[in-house]
């Protein structure tokens, strides 16, 4: 089959076809939603240590911000990644509205 018309799984796998295998574009996806998570992890971690060590408010406030922004920017990296793979790829019409209207369903509930 070619790789363009491997089916995919749902969006919580990492963008990653079925069968398991990685084209270019889907490996930088995930290297970038990869270390947008670490990132993510490390400022809740600083949040954390911020919070047992009496830091005021608006310092937690402010990292917690950047934490929050951290999984938007990786959110928004996974539509980009299904958009690119799912959409970019689909050479029926029909599955192509298919995967626009499942974007459009992730987007309208979780953004």
Known sequence: MDQRT???TTLATGCTPADGALDPVRAEHQ???????KRAEG??????RMMDAGEPC????QQL????KALDRTFYEMIACMLETE???????????AHIA???RLLARYA
């Open 6 to 8: 491997k089916p995919f």
């Open 31 to 37: 290297r970038a939603i990869a270390h947008r998570l």
């Open 43 to 48: 400022q809740i971690r600083g949040v954390l």
């Open 58 to 61: 608006e310092n937690i406030v």
């Open 65 to 68: 911000a950047a934490a929050r």
């Open 87 to 97: 959409v970019g790829n689909a050479e029926d019409p029909d599955q192509r509205r």
């Open 102 to 104: 499942e974007i459009t």
